[in-house]
């Protein structure tokens, strides 16, 4: 069974959705990504553009149209979009919004792992974190504020909107388990209570 999610990176869709708008070289798309800040949301450097690229236009989904040369630059080869790839951004698209992935983010596994660390500790961690989410918040509502103001629209900027909201409802969550590791209402150690764990053995031997 084909699974596009699976196959499609969110630097390939980025691409693709670009290209859907109109023909364009890999320095153009990098370019137009950074101005509108999609390097918040998807790792980019121009090995994996290149190399993202190359993959797009090898299954058929992207092909070159033109060759452009700009003085003693190097030659850069413009790409467009083709049926079959337009096909897929669509599909990846609808898949994306309609089922939940299962995803592997490092704060899950940092929180997994906090008790190897004292209270204390992992206190003053989850305050520093707060404090970044909180700085990182207000910096991307500063963007988007000066995007709205240039005139673009909600629609556009939506995903960036999701991300302030995520962003604010990991920071609150973060100083109220920050606060419960402080006034000790977090205990402070992993397992299975002692007593609950002979109540469940004992339990057990009863069904054998």
Partial sequence: MYEPTAEVSTLAL???????ERPMHPYELASTMRERHQDEFIRLNFGSLYHTVEVLERNGWIVPTEREKEGRRP??????LTNPGRELLVRVISD????PRREYPHFA???MFMHHLDAPQAAEHLRNRAAALKALTEKLSRIMDELRTEGVSRLALIELEHKIAMLEAERKWVNNLEKEINDGRLEWRVGIDPDK????R???SRTH
């Fill in 109 to 111: 596994a940092g929180l």
């Fill in 14 to 20: 980025s691409i693709l959705e670009l290209l859907d």
């Fill in 75 to 80: 030659e850069r080869t413009i790409y467009k």
């Fill in 96 to 99: 994306i919004l309609a089922q």
């Fill in 197 to 200: 764990d002979k109540l469940r």
């Fill in 202 to 204: 004992s339990h057990g």
